[in-house]
């Protein structure tokens, strides 16, 4: 039963969206139908074309989800410690994923099976609430860019991914991050450079 | 009677949702005698920043738009017409008030569904999860869709895609709050909109 996943961590880092009260009952069901795995920096999780049938939660490492727009590599989104992540509409819909999973540092993760979540959704009503919260949470971080897309200048696009993985310039290549804001690397070491004066 | 129009406009709802044909009669007339439906004027809030809603709403007749401000702008975060259903997620999933308005651009049927009234159903009528699971997933696979547009699509690109979604949005929607919407300036769609009309 025990496959070594970090209960207390889950319990602690999803309490927003309710995890903590789940019954045990719930909670063991739950972590019984996980599956641990490990990967290297690299890695796909996700190929193109490949149906996405697992919900994953990262308990370490960091990744990116990204796909090709003419050829070129676009960044939708990075995932540090605790993220969780799924190709939306291959997930939801069962057809193959235009987007990729790439793991930029070791990781590990765990892994939901599409029809687990589905299962465990439907035999426990307090568990369907708690999945509904987590993608109303994706609906959340969607709009938040969309806001961002509409309006914001390319130095508060960078501020906000910056709050969620401080590091992150450190950790993954400038190009990755310029394709995420939708800017070019030339912009984005402008912007960096501004924010860097203003912050002496 | 009454029960009668509003079994309509459910039934409207589902069926733009795809799930009309896989909830029992029985879970429907239950759905049916606890939703509220409320009336709205052009220009009526019905919702206010700051207003507590932990319910779902559904656009039975007519169209509303969900805006926030942000340094002094109206920015249009969206726009529903009729068939649409959403919750505001910071509302209905948080317990925070609303950070945003919903505002009917034209005279409108609102039906509303209270998160605890849903749940309490589900319990006696488990196929009424996938109300909330299509909302949601529809709801998804649109945001995606919206960030992806932004990001890539040109003015005249983002236009031609509200307008599959919408169709004549511009004869009910003011053009400002459709450029917001598109993240574009109220010049730039009337440029999209000329050369359209000379093409």
Request: proline share 4%.
């Amino acid at each position: 039963m025990d496959k070594n996943i970090d209960k207390e961590y889950l319990l602690n880092r999803y309490k927003h969206f309710g995890i903590d009260k789940l019954p045990q009952e719930v909670l063991d069901d739950y972590f019984s139908r996980m599956k641990v795995v490990k990967k290297k920096r690299h890695d796909l999780l996700l190929k193109e074309g490949e149906v996405c049938t697992n919900f994953a939660i990262m308990r370490t490492g960091l990744m990116r989800i990204f796909h090709y727009k003419k050829g070129k590599d676009i960044s939708d989104v990075f995932l540090g410690d605790g993220s969780f992540c799924v190709s939306i509409e291959s997930f939801f819909n069962e057809e193959p994923s235009d987007r990729l999973i790439e793991i930029l540092e070791p990781a590990e993760i765990y892994l939901l099976p599409r029809k687990d979540l589905i299962e465990l959704c439907d035999k426990y009503l307090e568990f369907d609430l708690f999945a509904q919260s987590m993608i109303a949470f994706v609906v959340g971080v969607l709009q938040r860019k969309v806001e961002l897309l509409q309006f914001a200048t390319a130095e508060e696009r960078l501020e906000m991914i910056l709050q969620d993985v401080p590091d992150l310039m450190q950790r993954v290549s400038s190009v990755q991050v310029a394709s995420y804001l939708g800017v070019t690397p030339e912009t984005l070491s402008r912007v960096r450079g501004r924010m860097a004066r203003r912050n002496e | 009677m009454q029960k009668l129009l509003n079994m309509d406009l459910l039934l409207f709802q589902f069926q733009s949702l795809g799930i009309a044909d896989r909830i029992p009669p029985e879970a429907m007339e239950a759905v049916v005698s606890h939703i509220e439906v409320e009336e709205y004027n052009k220009r009526d809030l019905i919702v206010k920043k700051g207003d507590i809603c932990t319910k779902w709403f559904f656009v039975g007749e007519g169209i509303v738009r969900v805006f926030f401000e942000k340094n002094n702008t109206e920015i249009t975060d969206l726009i529903a017409p009729e068939g649409w259903a959403f919750p505001l997620v910071e509302c209905y999933y948080e317990n925070m008030p609303a950070n945003a308005n919903i505002e009917a651009l034209e005279p409108c049927k609102i039906l509303t569904l209270e998160k605890d009234t849903l749940l309490g159903l589900q319990k006696k009528y488990p196929e009424l999860a996938l109300i909330t699971r299509s909302i949601l997933k529809r709801f998804l696979t649109y945001n995606q869709h919206r960030v992806d547009s932004l990001m890539f699509e040109t003015a005249e690109e983002k236009y031609d895609r509200l307008l599959a979604n919408i169709p004549k949005i511009l004869l009910r929607v003011p053009s400002l709050y459709v450029a917001s919407f598109l993240g574009i300036t109220p010049e730039t769609l009337s440029r999209v909109r000329a050369k359209k009309t000379k093409k």
